[in-house]
DNA sequence: CCTTGAACTGAACGGGCGTTCAGATCACTC
DNA sequence: GAGTGATCTGAACGCCCGTTCAGTTCAAGG
C-alpha cells in the first residue's frame, strides 16, 4: 500500500520542511518526533528519510537556510552611503524582515544548542557574517562623528536583541502595523547610538 | 542500600533543584531526563520525586522563584522620582540582575513552551507585572515631557529586549568588566527613548 | 503488456522516557 | 536496644523515541 496518485517527491520534500519548521517553532526541537512530523505531512515516519538523512541535518538545514537567505537578502538591499540614512534602512529591514518569519527566527535563536557542536559552529559563522554587517555600520558613523557609541561590538548586540526583539511580541493583524513598528524600531535604534 | 551517612533532605532539595537549573539551563527541558538529573544530585531517579511532584513541576517552581525573586528584588531597589534617573537605574539593575544568572534568564525565556497552559498563565502573569513597571517609569516620563516615544508599551518591549540580551553574549572574565556593561546599556536605553 | 524504479508502508530494532513502589537502610527517640 | 520514620534503591510499568529495511504499490518507458 503506497502512494496513491502520482509521484510526490516535489511535493513531499517541500512539506517536510515546512511541517518541521512549524513544529520545532511551537514546541521545540527535542520535543517533537519524526512520527509527528510526519502525521503532519501525512506519510510513515520511515518515509521521512527519503528526504533527510536525519532529524538533525533537518534543523541544521533548516537555520542554514534561514541564515544563507537573511545573508542574501541583506546583500540585494541597497543601502545609501549617509551613516544615519544607511543604520536606519539596516534597521527597517531587519525588523520587517523577522516579522515576516516569525517561526525560522524562533528556530534559528532558540534550537542552537541542539546542535551539534559542528553544525553550531557553522551557524555561529553565518550569524556572525550578518552581526558584522552592523558593526561596520556603527565603526563608519563612529569614524564619522554622527553615532557616539563606547563599544562598536556591545552596541551590535544591544541593537540586534532589540530589533530582533520585536517579533516575540507583534501579531499580525494587531495595535500597530507592521511598517509602524519597523519605523518606530529603527527610530530608537538611532538614538540609542546617538545619532 | 540506602543512605549511607546521615539525613541527607535539606541537601538533596536544593541540590535538585540547582542540577535541573543547570541542566535545562545547559540542554533545555525536554532534552533532559529526570535519571541525569539524579546521576548529577548523585541519587537514583525515583529519589527525586521526594522532592517535586513531576518534572513539569520542577521547571515551572525555577521559572516561578525566578521571577518572584525579580520583582522582590525590583522592589526593594530605591528608584529615583525623576524619570531619567527613575529609567536609568531600573536599565542599571535590570542588566546587572540579568548577567548574575544567565541560568535562570536563559530558561525564563526559553522553556515557556514547555509549560502547560495554566503554569504558562502564571508565569506570563509575572512577567507582564515587571513589565508594567518599566512601562509605568516611559509613560512618566512621556507625561513629564522628558521621553519622546510614539508607543509605551512598543518601547517597553524594546528595551527590555535590548537589555536582556546582554546575558547572551556577556561572560564572566571577557572584555568589558560588568558595570560597564550595565552602564553602556542603561546610556542606550536612556537615548533610545528620547531622554 | 511487461519491466523498472521511485515512493511509500508497516513492522521491527535497541534504547530511553517519566513515574511508581516494595523493600532496604539507618539516624534518631524512648 | 527495640521501634519508628525519613530517605533512598533497584526494578519494573507502559510508552515513545530515531532509524532501518524488506516488501508493496503504481506511474512511466519501451
Known amino acids: 500500500m503506497a502512494r496513491k496518485t ?18 520545532f517553532a511551537r514546541h521545540g526541537y527535542a520535543a517533537v518526533s519524526m512520527r509527528q512530523i510526519a502525521a503532519e505531512v501525512g506519510v510513515q515516519a520511515g518515509a521521512l528519510y527519503l528526504y533527510t538523512p536525519d532529524k538533525q541535518t533537518l534543523l541544521f538545514d533548516l537555520m542554514k537556510e534561514h541564515l544563507d537567505d537573511l545573508l542574501a537578502t541583506l546583500a540585494a538591499q541597497p543601502l545609501p552611503a549617509d551613516p544615519r540614512a544607511r543604520l536606519a534602512a539596516f534597521a527597517h529591514f531587519h525588523v520587517a524582515y523577522h516579522l515576516d518569519r516569525p517561526a525560522e527566527v524562533f528556530i534559528a535563536y532558540m534550537e542552537l544548542r541542539n546542535l551539534t557542536p559542528e553544525n553550531f559552529a557553522a551557524i555561529e559563522r553565518l550569524r556572525h557574517r550578518y552581526e558584522d554587517a552592523l558593526q561596520a555600520i556603527l565603526a563608519e558613523g563612529v569614524a564619522a562623528g554622527v553615532f557616539r557609541v563606547p563599544d562598536a561590538r556591545l552596541a551590535t548586540m544591544a541593537l540586534i536583541a532589540m530589533l530582533t526583539g520585536a517579533s516575540q511580541w507583534y501579531r499580525e493583524g494587531g495595535r500597530l502595523p507592521r511598517e509602524t513598528v519597523a519605523e518606530i524600531y529603527a527610530e530608537m535604534a538611532l538614538r540609542a547610538v546617538g545619532a
Request: glycine share 12%.
Open 6 to 23: 502520482g509521484s510526490h517527491a516535489d511535493i513531499t520534500g517541500p512539506r517536510l520542511r515546512s511541517a518541521a519548521r512549524a513544529l
